[in-house]
């Protein structure tokens, strides 16, 4: 496939393709429940784009699956938790679709994608080519063998060399074009995305959030720490989702040295959704973790 080509097909598939995907291979882990319990998958990411992340993981999946994905997008800071739907599966790949994005999560990942777009569109810009060097003058007498072989060798050396090249391209041209292929195809099974009215966080007393839980995890009680008989309170600043996950857990006070312990217990707490007007909203609340030595 010819350079001109290539060029050619990258501009007809930006301007068909609703969301552009970017080529991303991090890792992505994928909570789902499985009978009321937190099960974690492990996965890779294939590609992503504004509104989903393509993956390959190492457990199954059901379309309609409501899941929790945690990543990290290259050159930035901290982990993406996010919330997703799995809208395509075969075999152990499968596409996902976020749901619920924060404006600072949507913000990033508006950023991060342009960014890259933008980064891979120069690099496909077509280069001027270089000019040829300049005859080298021949100050010193040559053997007529040495010479004479050299010529011999010369067009099968650049016929084995445009061989490798073109097979190059065709197998990378080929790569390429399988790739958006898939994209398209999950593509073509997500519907437009509509904007939903969402209702606005409702800050909940940790006392009603306490009667809500459904799974929780009990923190692990640091060992250096239960040396040293440091014990006391954990509060947490938490974000809920609509559908009982946790979004975001954040420190408020208590022990530098049970606070870790503490974050690593309440991010896998699962509730019963909270409901406004019959309807799930997400909870802002906090919750205390209390650490008593033996």
């Known amino acids: ?15 068909t393709r609703r969301v552009p995907r970017i080529p991303l291979a991090v890792r992505a882990d994928v909570t789902v429940l499985r009978f009321g319990i937190p099960c974690s998958i492990p996965g890779r990411s294939v590609s992503i784009g504004e509104r989903g992340l393509g993956v390959v993981l190492a457990g199954e999946v059901q379309p309609g699956d409501s899941v929790g994905l945690e ?6 800071e901290g982990r993406l938790r996010l919330q997703a739907i799995v809208r395509y599966q075969a075999l152990l790949q499968c596409g996902l679709e976020f749901l619920n994005l924060t404006s600072e999560q949507q913000s990033l990942l508006e950023r991060w994608t342009r960014k890259r777009e933008a980064a891979t569109a120069k690099a496909l810009s077509p280069v001027a080519p270089l000019q040829p060097p300049a005859p080298a003058t021949v100050t010193t007498a040559v053997p007529l063998v040495e010479t004479s072989n050299r010529k011999s060798n010369r067009p099968g050396f650049r016929g084995s060399l445009w061989i490798v090249l073109t097979g190059a391209l065709l197998l990378g041209g080929f790569g390429w074009w399988h790739w958006h292929r898939a994209w398209d195809e999950l593509e073509s099974q997500i519907p437009a995305s509509q904007t939903p009215l969402q209702q606005p966080p409702a800050t909940v007393p940790a006392e009603v959030m306490q009667e ?30 609509p559908d009982g996950t946790v979004l975001d857990v954040r420190p ?5 040295e049970l606070t870790a312990a503490a974050l690593d ?10 409901l406004v007007n019959g309807q799930p909203v997400q909870v802002n609340t906090s919750l205390a973790v209390d650490f008593r030595g033996n």
């Not at 010819?2 to 301007?15: F, G, I, K, L, P």
């Not at 990543?71 to 930035?76: A, C, Y």
């Not at 014990?231 to 809920?240: N, S, T």
């Open 71 to 76: 990543f990290r997008l290259p050159d930035t």
């Open 1 to 15: 496939m010819s350079t001109a080509a290539t060029q050619a097909r990258v501009r007809e598939v930006t301007n």
């Open 252 to 256: 408020i006070s208590g022990p530098e």
């Open 212 to 241: 809500l839980v459904v799974h929780k995890v009990e923190p692990i009680y640091p060992e250096a720490a239960r040396q040293a008989n440091i014990q006391g309170v954990v509060v947490l600043d938490v974000a809920i989702g």
């Open 265 to 274: 217990a309440v991010k896998w707490w699962r509730f019963r959704p909270y």
